[in-house]
């Protein structure tokens, strides 16, 4: 909100009557005062010198100068806004697209090619600058964990604790806080842990080193020394650890975080006390006069679960990589067409029914159809296909597409979420919300682990309180409840699957296998349905010359020629095409003149003294070509290919087939997924006849032509409502909500960055071969997760009876809380050995 002080031709309060009611009337007026007579104060939101001027000129008036202009606070005037602030339509004919975010001067003192980066008042007339708009999604705020926790702001989510994610982030965020904030806790937490655990193992394991130690200070030396060192791990770097914790039991939410919390603690508070009230304790619970401390125990149990907890948030870090690619797809301004006058405004300023100005090169902001002009539009986004098509008045034009060539004029049908750019962007993001996310199958045993430890030390307290008869009872009970908690605690449940998962996909990345998300490797075995895209992935995605078609004698050289000759100029994949085969050829290039565009045709130009015509059907006349000629033609257009025609003088002298080749390996790689009981489908954006021929060509039984992105979501969700685990395998924009949608996206490495992002798993260089190996490694993982799951629960349940005194009766032999870290500590190791082992895994 601004405040200008104006200088104007207005002179007594009879002037002052007369713009009263036009000023009380603009609703982007908020406040306004007259001094002295002329001198005009006046608060605005979204008006200017200018506008003030248009305003007061109505009654008769001028503005002559602006004396100051400063940014005020709006929550001053916040109650005399009674009304909505009007949208703003920045009139300023010429700015592009690339210059949305700058400012200019609106009086354009200096022209209108006068831009600056900063904002800030113009030089010549004093006027605040004004800045071009860009568009900015508005942004919410979704817990990983508990995706229906929705706010508006960033922060904790109120049941777990955990850093909320934005739901469809800004495109400027790319520092990941949450992974940044947990690698600079875990750095201070490594420096604090590694001198706490030397004091307290090295001794144990090499006498030589206690000896020394207690002859440079005594145990409890050494213990205060842990004590300081731990304060930090407890207080700062592991805060976050024990709130979720906390949490999970102010929720009764009881899960690993509960008793890795209530571990930790224990261990920390136990040790407190044995370090300030040694004389507590019975001699048996001491070493060199001071009692066993587990300040060990509590830095190594923060400081692992913090390694299991930064592999996924690292994960996580990618999550919305897809939305912002798709985002940027958007242009942020666009030119629109209002009352005969050209305003350049932001995307969501455009309005049904007005005429948007689409030039050369330009992103079609929203869905319409075409009123004049007409251009060549690059639809792959929407249709997967590379090939663009030819528009003109009454063709319909999509948002994201993009205009390669002509100028037109387009009618906006479909605004704001209503086009179908923002369907594409509304589709993956719930789809990638929809899927709650991996239920960690740790959680789901600490929902019954966490209670029935708990229990069992609290049990194992008043047994020995109330049933042993020797001295020191209360010692007794509270040092062997402690040693359950400890024994307990899953800091190994952490690692588990994060381990695997790391050393999962190193393991795939040597084969070109490259894995974002650990639920793929978990869930890949489990696939029984992989829908396939045709363009990119089945086939090479890129239009080639395949044959050349000869007709009255010609040769195809020449052909060739004359086409290279006439397209050398042109943006049309078709002719980038036709020249790459002559330039593969070494055949010569001629030059031309008099070249024209034929609209919807294709182009002509004279080499020479002849007229040579390059295009499609609509060119040339193919009534007069023979029976087997004609044969020919529609063999080739039956397969889905393209024709390029080539007529010299008005005589048709053959045509160029132009198609996307099929990959060496589809027939062989779909054969072998089939074998593995996988049914595929192919879904593309292509008309029946050529997905048919790519179909049967591969021995694909099963496929959908014509897809639009929301069709090939819709497939995909149909299966899953059906109980099939579905993987869908893609390379383009337009498959980006159903790789989001799929148990499993699959990208091809040499597809659109926007689909690489949306999948969960990319096979460098569309090489499909490796889908069978990412099946199998898959598998191996599964089952290593499964072992390691296994290794961290089997030291800490096996002795936890014996942690509890069990043996005690029998055989005298109670379990130290030492031996219950040292367990515990072990557990964490048999997952790691346990996981490095996927690296001699062979695919």
Aim: aromatic letters at 6%; a negative charge; charged letters at 20%.
């Amino acid at each position: 909100m601004r405040e200008l002080t104006l200088d104007t031709t207005l002179g007594c309060k009879a002037c002052e009557a007369k713009v009263q009611p036009l000023l009380d009337k603009d609703p982007r007026v908020i406040d306004w005062e007259v001094i002295d007579g002329n001198i005009l104060r006046v608060v605005t939101e979204g008006a200017c010198q200018k506008c003030v001027n248009k305003i007061i000129g109505e009654a008769g008036y001028e503005v002559k100068e602006q004396l100051s202009a400063k940014d005020v606070d709006a929550s001053q005037f916040a109650f005399k806004i009674t009304h909505e602030i009007p949208k703003i339509e920045y009139e300023v004919p010429q700015f592009s697209s690339e210059d949305a975010g700058k400012y200019y001067c609106p009086m354009m003192c200096e022209g209108e090619d006068k831009l600056f980066d900063d904002p800030g008042d113009c030089t010549v007339c004093g006027m605040p600058l004004e800045k071009i708009p860009e568009a900015k999604p508005a942004v919410q705020y979704a817990c990983p964990n508990h995706p229906d926790e929705l706010h508006d702001a960033p922060g904790e989510c109120p049941i777990c604790t955990t850093i909320l994610e934005p739901v469809i982030p800004e495109l400027e965020e790319e520092k990941n806080e949450a992974y940044e904030d947990m690698k600079q806790r875990f750095q201070l937490s490594l420096l604090l842990t590694i001198p706490v655990v030397s004091i307290a193992m090295l001794g144990h394991l090499f006498p030589p080193i206690h000896h020394a130690m207690l002859s440079l200070m005594s145990q409890t030396a050494w213990n205060w020394i842990q004590f300081l060192l731990t304060i930090p791990m407890v207080f700062y770097t592991g805060n976050i650890i024990l709130k979720r914790a906390w949490s999970s039991i102010v929720t009764r939410n009881l899960n690993m975080w509960t008793l890795i919390g209530i571990g930790t603690m224990v261990a920390f508070g136990f040790s407190v006390i044995a370090l300030l009230f040694p004389s507590a304790f019975p001699d048996q619970f001491k070493e060199n006069g001071a009692v066993h401390v587990y300040f060990e125990a509590t830095c190594s149990i923060l400081l692992l679960v913090m390694i299991g907890q930064l592999m996924e948030l690292r994960a996580h870090a990618q999550t919305n990589s897809a939305l912002k690619a798709l985002l940027q797809w958007a242009p942020a301004t666009s030119t629109i067409i209002r009352n005969n006058k050209e305003f350049k405004v932001a995307i969501e300023h455009i309005e049904k029914g007005d005429l948007v100005k689409i030039k050369p090169g330009e992103k079609i902001p929203v869905d319409g159809s075409i009123t004049e002009g007409n251009g060549i539009v690059d639809q792959s986004m929407i249709t997967g296909e590379p090939i663009p098509v030819d528009v003109t008045i009454n063709d319909k034009v999509t948002s994201g597409s993009i205009n390669i060539n002509g100028s037109f004029l387009m009618k906006a049908e479909k605004v704001g979420g209503e086009t179908l750019l923002s369907k594409v962007i509304s589709m993956v993001n719930d789809a990638s919300r929809s899927r709650a996310p991996i239920q960690k199958i740790a959680d789901q045993i600490s929902t019954y682990f966490v209670p029935i430890v708990v229990s069992v030390s609290i049990l194992t307290f008043f047994i020995w309180f109330f049933l042993y008869n020797g001295e020191n009872a209360a010692t007794y009970a509270l040092v062997n409840a402690v040693a359950v908690l400890l024994i307990a605690c899953p800091c190994a449940l952490g690692l588990a699957t994060p381990m695997s998962i790391m050393v999962g996909t190193g393991k795939g990345a040597q084969y070109g296998i490259l894995i974002k998300d650990a639920e793929a490797l978990q869930n890949f075995s489990k696939v029984d349905v992989l829908m396939i895209d045709k363009t990119g992935t089945l086939t090479e995605g890129k239009p080639s010359v395949k044959e050349v078609l000869c007709f009255n004698g010609t040769s195809s050289s020449e052909i060739l020629t004359y086409a290279a000759s006439i397209d050398q100029n042109s943006n049309h994949p078709l002719a980038k095409a036709i020249v790459e085969k002559v330039k593969q050829e070494n055949m010569d290039i001629l030059g031309v003149k008099a070249y024209q565009y034929l609209i919807g045709k294709g182009g002509k130009a004279l080499i020479g003294n002849d007229e040579i015509a390059v295009g499609n059907q609509k060119l040339v006349d193919l009534e007069n070509l023979g029976h087997e000629e004609l044969q020919k033609v529609n063999r080739h257009l039956v397969e889905g290919a393209t024709i390029v025609y080539v007529s010299k003088n008005k005589v048709l002298l053959g045509g160029i087939v132009i198609t996307d080749p099929i990959k060496r390996d589809a027939q062989q790689q779909v054969n072998a997924l089939q074998k593995e009981g996988i049914e595929v489908v192919m879904l593309t954006g292509d008309n029946e006849a050529t997905a048919k021929y790519v179909a049967d060509q591969v021995g694909i039984t099963s496929y959908q032509a014509n897809c639009l992105p929301e069709d090939k979501l819709n497939y995909i969700k149909d299966a899953q409502s059906k109980g099939f685990h579905v993987a869908m395998a893609g390379d383009g924009i337009n498959d980006a909500p159903a790789l989001t949608q799929a148990n499993i996206g699959i990208a091809m490495g040499d597809g659109t960055d926007i689909a690489i992002q949306s999948a969960e798993i990319t096979l460098l260089k569309g090489n499909l071969s490796n889908l069978t190996k990412a099946r199998k490694l898959s598998e191996k993982v599964m089952l290593n997760i499964k072992q390691n799951l296994i290794f961290a629960f089997f030291y800490n349940v096996l002795g936890v009876p014996i942690a509890a005194g069990i043996l005690f009766p029998f055989f005298g032999i109670l379990l130290s809380p030492m031996l219950a870290t040292l367990a515990m500590s072990f557990s964490s190791v048999s997952v790691i050995s346990n996981a490095l082992r996927l690296k001699r895994v062979k695919l």
